[in-house]
């Protein structure tokens, strides 16, 4: 197969309303039916599941859900450029939830400095406690070498001050980088929305969201980005659904991505054997298949 699933890997957040109907199986009429379902369990289960390794319960993969079906369709770039900005401002919450810098219990983040800085940046200044972009990135790594030594360098309370400051300048400049100027102050405000997020449903339905809007293009395409191969949008989803929610009834992970192996290869190839058995043996070697 192509490297189709791969571009599951990325992640956003926003809030949408819970839905807790979902359909699991589907009516699977033909060949490119059950490819479509078979296509659904695999990219549940190889690709979305390990998205949500942190927390697993039932809830959470439904939040996800009710997201991921209603990005998977033709979404707007103004409205994926809003869930980006959300994305940054979960992201930074993300970040701080574990209180601490270089991931060292020696280094408590000052969340609330932290917070009033890179909100400083995103609103346009560019020196605060006397640091720069560039000196705030230098001081920064300079400390980070440093507890890197066999020696440890303790650090003043000022130091500290600097530290968390540096660092608050790096994630709002890497936030704010790559925004038009028009479009500026619509970011920041996505971004402190998505700052104030804190529920588990707002965060996995949202991740689900941007996964699926991120990815629909590409997929809708066809199979293998193949036109005679359409995608099947509603069965493909209801197979995302069955990985996620456990329900085996048409396919376990195993039987799909093996029907979907030989299936595809007899589509792709016909009877070219040597190419299809190449096909299906590179295949056999991906991770999880």
Do not use: W
Not at 1 to 16: E, G, H, N, S
Not at 150 to 176: C, P, W, Y
Not at 181 to 188: E, L
Not at 215 to 232: D, Q, V
């Amino acid at each position: 197969m192509k490297k189709t699933f791969f571009l599951f890997a990325t992640a956003i957040l926003v809030t949408f309303s819970a839905c807790n109907n979902f359909k699991t199986t589907a009516v699977l009429s033909s060949d490119l039916d059950s490819l479509n379902y078979a296509f659904g369990v695999i990219v549940g289960n190889q690709y979305l599941k390990p998205s949500l390794a942190e927390d697993t319960t039932k809830a959470n993969y439904k939040a996800y859900l009710t997201g991921f079906n209603k990005g998977f369709d033709s979404v707007p770039e103004t409205e994926i450029e809003k869930v980006s900005a959300i994305f940054s401002g979960i992201q930074l919450r993300e970040t701080l939830k574990e209180g601490f810098i270089f991931d060292d219990s020696t280094f408590v983040a000052n969340k609330k400095l932290i917070e009033k800085t890179v909100f400083e940046v995103l609103a346009g200044k560019d020196s605060i406690n006397g640091l720069t972009a560039q000196s705030a990135q230098q001081f920064y790594f300079k400390i980070y070498r440093q507890q890197r030594d066999t020696i440890k360098h303790e650090l003043t309370a000022e130091q500290l001050d600097s530290l968390n400051v540096a660092f608050a300048i790096m994630q709002g400049g890497r936030a704010i980088a790559r925004v038009d100027s028009a479009k500026k102050a619509d970011f920041v405000k996505n971004y402190k929305k998505g700052y104030s997020i804190k529920s588990k449903s707002g965060k996995y339905s949202n991740l689900g969201f941007l996964v699926a809007a991120s990815n629909y293009k590409p997929i809708s395409a066809g199979l293998e980005g193949k036109p005679e191969l359409p995608l099947n949008a509603e069965i493909f989803k209801a197979g995302v659904a069955a990985a996620l929610l456990g329900d085996t009834t048409i396919f376990t992970f195993e039987k799909a991505a093996m029907y979907y192996q030989t299936t595809i290869t007899e589509k792709l190839f016909g009877k070219n054997k040597t190419e299809g058995e190449q096909f299906l043996s590179e295949n056999g070697k991906r991770e999880g298949v």
